[in-house]
């Protein structure tokens, strides 16, 4: 496992836009309008950046998710 930091924001919220793309509690909390791709990408952006800052993120060594 590698820990992640702010420069891999672009690579993780893409991986974290397209495995959430129809999660039913993001629909439900945020209605339709979060499944617009660029909202939901800079979503993810900000969130992982906030987590990534304050916290730890890991991934896979190989980075296989997107």
Same mark, same amino acid.
């Given at each position: 496992?590698?820990?992640?930091?702010?420069?891999?924001?672009?690579?993780?919220?893409?991986? $974290?836009?397209?495995? !959430?793309?129809?999660?039913?509690?993001?629909?439900?909390? *945020? /209605?339709?309008?979060?499944?617009?791709? %660029? @909202? $939901?990408?800079?979503? !993810?952006?900000?969130?992982?950046?906030?987590?990534?800052? *304050? /916290?730890?993120?890991?991934?896979?060594? %190989? @980075?296989?998710?997107?």
């Amino acid at each position: 496992m590698n820990e992640l930091t702010q420069k891999d924001a672009d690579w993780a919220s893409k991986v $974290l836009d397209r495995a !959430f793309y129809a999660d039913p509690m993001l629909n439900f909390v *945020y /209605g339709d309008k979060i499944n617009d791709q %660029e @909202k $939901l990408n800079w979503f !993810f952006r900000v969130t992982f950046r906030y987590a990534a800052l *304050y /916290g730890e993120c890991y991934s896979t060594t %190989e @980075k296989t998710g997107c």
